[in-house]
């Protein structure tokens, strides 16, 4: 027999302040149907019924021509302009305006599209409605590779050696980290870049802040490739600060999901290898990462545990 709780009574019965029931997907494909899934499955186990909870979907034609999975799944959806994803997906303009139409309580951004971008959850928070991710600083924070890495050695998380070695920061209101310690980790030119290589030892990784997806990021083995290496990323990624690391031979792609609400309690699930990669890009995630020690691997949530509560990350 399923006794049935209505949201409001859950929400009360453990201290919750907001009740979330109108959820705005903003997301599709898979990222998309597992969301929906999980939160309907959540629903029927903890409130006796998965209707307690409405999804509205964003689908685009190219979904609609699909008849993909997650608009049948949503209980209704809001036809977003075709094309790429900054059209839709990725446009937070257009996310945060279905958000206020369609009066939910909060937007669930899923992976990729719109997810990583800063200004999703600040414009959110302006229309009083619950991001379901982390804030805005702490998008910014994590975001850049070497504001990310100072706070890393702040928590105590083991790095490979760089030419920021030492560097510790505590993160601003605003996700920035103070300019100094910043400045001192960037590198300025190729000269300073060669005397850091010599430092860590060849071969290096040079790398640019703000680049991904491949970008802004060579292998280097020698002061001459470092030279080439300096020129190109410099190029490819205009602006932004460089920094360098000891390159790992023979690596694995492992990574720690983690989860955190806003009370700044944050847990470690469980880990995933996500070596197999295409120019760059995750093809698949498998899990667990059999692949390292047990030890090592928990010491490493460990770690990835102390860094997300120093900068209370949420999601």
């Known amino acids: 027999m399923t006794v049935k709780t209505s949201l409001e009574e859950y929400v009360k019965a453990h201290g919750g302040q907001r009740v979330i029931r ?27 019924s998965s209707g307690e909870l409405e ?34 997906y990725a446009n937070v303009p257009l996310i945060v305006e279905i958000a206020k139409q369609k009066a939910v309580d909060c937007v669930w951004p899923g992976w990729g599209h719109a997810s990583e971008k800063p200004e999703l959850p600040k414009a959110c928070a302006e229309a009083g409605i619950v991001f379901l991710g982390p804030t805005a600083p702490v998008m910014h924070a994590l975001g850049d590779k070497i504001a990310s890495t100072i706070l890393a050695q702040s928590s105590k998380v083991p ?31 190729y000269e300073e870049a060669k005397a850091c290589a010599k430092r860590i030892g060849y071969p290096v990784v040079l790398k640019a802040s703000e680049g991904g997806g491949g970008k802004g990021i060579r292998k280097c083995a020698n002061d001459e490739e470092l030279k080439v290496g300096w020129e190109q990323v410099t190029a490819e990624v205009v602006g932004s600060p460089i920094f360098m690391m000891q390159l790992c031979t023979g690596a694995r792609h492992l990574e720690v999901q983690l989860v955190g609400d806003e009370y700044g309690n944050c847990v470690a699930l469980i880990g995933r290898d996500c070596s197999t990669q295409r120019r760059f890009q995750k093809i698949f995630e498998e899990g667990p990462p059999t692949i390292a020690d047990k030890d090592d691997f928990r010491e490493a949530e460990k770690a990835a ?11």
């Open 305 to 315: 545990q102390r860094l997300s509560m120093s900068v209370g990350y949420r999601g």
């Open 22 to 48: 109108r959820i705005l997907i903003a997301n599709n494909g898979m990222a998309a149907t597992k969301a929906i899934l999980s939160m309907r499955q959540w629903a029927f186990n903890e409130l006796g």
């Open 159 to 189: 790095c490979i050696p760089w030419n920021g070695e030492g560097i510790t920061a505590e993160i601003q209101s605003d996700g920035s980290i103070p300019e100094e310690p910043f400045k001192r980790a960037c590198l300025q030119s």
């Open 55 to 88: 999804f509205i979907a964003m689908a685009s034609k190219d979904d609609l021509e699909a008849n993909a999975e997650f608009i049948r799944l949503a209980d209704s959806y809001v036809e977003v302009p075709p094309g790429k994803n900054v059209n839709n």
